[in-house]
Nanobody, 124 residues
Framework: QVQLQESGPGLVKPSQTLSLTCTVS??????????WSWIRQPPGKGLEWMGA???????YYSPSLRSRTSISRDTSKNQFTLQLTSVSPEDTAVYYC????????????????RGQGTQVTVSS
């Protein structure tokens, strides 16, 4: 059974770049038809899809975050990574990685999987 685990710093200073890694076990990130996403949830707000990388390596980004977001992968380690530049306190959130069979994951889909999430706080 596939499992996803987020890792990265819990505290980032304003204007710096946030980097998070999702390590996948129990399945390959190159398996046909799967998309690997980053989602976040700021305190008191709903889930926000940030972007995804497909099994093929193609990337998709939220229009509102496109200018600051980059998603890449390391197939040898079965990991994919989020980089968010020029962070501010508004980027404070729990960050999740997820898998689905579409770029924007939907929790009701049969093949939807999500990691437990990691808290990231942006503060000086």
């Amino acid at each position: 059974q596939v499992q996803l685990q987020e890792s990265g710093p819990g505290l980032v200073k304003p204007s710096q770049t946030l980097s998070l890694t999702c390590t996948v076990s129990g399945g390959s990130i190159t398996t046909n038809s799967y998309y690997w996403s980053w989602i976040r949830q700021p305190p008191g707000k709903g889930l926000e899809w940030m972007g995804a990388i497909a099994y093929s390596g193609e990337t998709y980004y939220s229009p509102s975050l496109r200018s600051r977001t980059s998603i890449s992968r390391d197939t040898s380690k079965n990991q994919f990574t989020l980089q968010l530049t020029s962070v501010s306190p508004e980027d404070t959130a729990v960050y999740y990685c997820a898998r689905d069979q579409q770029p924007r994951p939907y929790s009701g889909n049969y093949n939807y999987k999500r990691g437990q999430g990691t808290q990231v706080t942006v503060s000086s």
